[in-house]
């Protein structure tokens, strides 16, 4: 007779033999999970969202074609902790859905991808020194990068921060 095929198994290794068809799975504890805080954030489906290499700072995007940025707060003081939008895309930067978000590894910019064909590069200007404490920061287009064929549906920085 020939030999089974090994098939994979996700809770066998190397030295321990796979599984037959008839072990049941091994249980694992799952953490459990606690809600921080919450918002109503995109108006439609909230497609994706990045929080900042500081985690200070959270962007989203979705249907309403809008990438928004909140700031996170964890004072003592008031619980429980709290998102402020501080800032969004200008009404009509965008044609059409945007589907992602991401950051650099500096946190100094943002990267959108859109489904009318682009990418973005963005920048958010924190509020003038001396700002009143409710001031909202600026969220600049720095580029529209154009040239895709149909829908870009994900946008990441490399490593180095130097390629997108």
Request: glycine share 6%.
């Given at each position: ?6 098939r994979f198994c996700p809770t066998s290794s190397p030295r321990t ?57 964890t004072d003592p003081a008031s619980e429980p902790p709290k998102l ?76 180095s921060g130097s390629l997108l």
């Amino acid at each position: 007779s020939s030999p089974q095929p090994r098939r994979f198994c996700p809770t066998s290794s190397p030295r321990t033999p796979p599984l037959s068809p008839r072990t049941p799975p091994r249980a694992f504890a799952m953490p459990n999970l606690t809600q921080l805080a919450s918002h109503n954030v995109n108006s439609g489906i909230a497609w994706d969202l990045a929080w900042s290499a500081g985690g200070s700072l959270l962007a989203t995007c979705g249907q309403d074609c809008a990438v928004k940025v909140f700031s996170y707060t964890t004072d003592p003081a008031s619980e429980p902790p709290k998102l402020k939008l501080i800032c969004q895309t200008v009404p009509g930067a965008f044609s059409r859905t945007i589907r992602s978000v991401n950051w650099s590894a500096d946190g100094r910019t943002l990267a959108a991808a859109c489904f009318d064909a682009t990418a973005a590069l963005l920048t958010v200007d924190p509020p003038a020194a001396g700002a009143a404490p409710d001031a909202v920061a600026a969220i600049r287009v720095m580029t529209i990068l154009e040239g895709h064929e149909s829908e870009v549906k994900d946008v990441a920085f490399a490593g180095s921060g130097s390629l997108l």
